[in-house]
């Protein structure tokens, strides 16, 4: 006779525990119909109580567009047996943008341990999403920085060695950070060793071109190095045209020649 108190009570003291989670939380039966969730979740769902989720579908939801993705990913979940934890993903927003979430999906089990439906929760880690990006960012530049550095080797002579691959991205920074060195060193000569470029493909060749052009443009003059055969080849393949950039062949002859320039202007 005090089983059904007993239960009712359990059941509350379960859904004010649902209730006082941060996250919004859910449970479904194994088609995908919702059996209840928490405040959290009815607030989402634009729901003025958890009580009203019950017997809805994710086709009744504001989210319906994305319910056949959801009822897919239940599933996983009811026919695997397994967890599903961390899976972060984009989340439409109810004004049409878009929420980052971690979300997370366990087997509901019945006593007897059969599994009726799934159990899930997620969380907004838009900011954390968003920093981590903008971290990562960071390193990348920081990286590329590092992997397109700037050294001044005389008075008004600066070098960059370029090494590895030249791909759009970094051809970018080296372009910003060559230019941005001789602005700030008031050089009179760049001097872009390639060297160590593993190939140059179309990319960076004209990375090149736009490189100097762009040192010659603030009234520097811009020195190539390190041209073997084949990456003389390929810029006559391509046509791109280097116009009044000197091409030598290795980076001693680079500085020699910058040197020698410097003392004709000064002469």
């Known amino acids: 006779m005090t089983q059904g108190p007993d239960l009712d009570g359990r059941l509350a003291l379960f859904q004010a525990v ?31 109580s958890p009580q009203d989720l019950v017997g809805l579908s994710d086709t009744d939801l504001w989210w319906r567009d994305n319910a056949a993705e959801y009822r897919a990913d239940d599933l ?27 979300r997370h999906r366990i087997p509901l089990r019945d006593p007897s341990g059969a599994i009726i439906g799934v159990i899930g929760w997620f969380e907004d ?39 590895g691959k030249l791909d759009a991205q970094r051809a970018t ?45 603030l009234g520097a003059a811009a020195v190539v190095t390190g041209v073997g055969p084949a990456v003389a080849q390929a810029i006559v393949r391509l046509g791109v045209d280097f116009g009044q950039v000197t091409v030598l062949g290795d980076l001693k002859a680079g500085v020699a020649h910058a040197l020698a320039s410097a003392q004709k202007r000064g002469a």
């Open 173 to 217: 920074q080296m372009i910003d950070t060559l230019l941005a060195g001789v602005t700030q060193h008031r050089a009179h000569t760049a001097i872009l060793d390639v060297t160590g470029v593993r190939r140059m493909d179309t990319t960076a060749i004209e990375a090149l071109a736009r490189a100097a052009a762009g040192v010659r443009l």
């Open 76 to 102: 996983d979940v009811i026919e695997s047996g397994e967890q599903r934890l961390y899976v972060r993903l984009a989340f439409p927003s109810e004004n049409g943008g878009t929420v980052w979430i971690d």
């Open 18 to 48: 649902a209730d006082s989670m941060p996250w919004a939380m859910f449970w479904k039966d194994r088609d995908s119909r919702y059996l209840g969730g928490n405040q959290a979740m009815a607030k989402l769902c634009g729901l003025s």
């Open 125 to 163: 880690v838009t900011a954390k999403k968003l920093a981590e990006d903008a971290e990562a960012q960071a390193q990348l530049e920081a990286t590329l920085e590092m992997a397109t550095p700037l050294l001044p080797v005389a008075d008004g002579v600066l070098v960059m060695p370029l090494i």
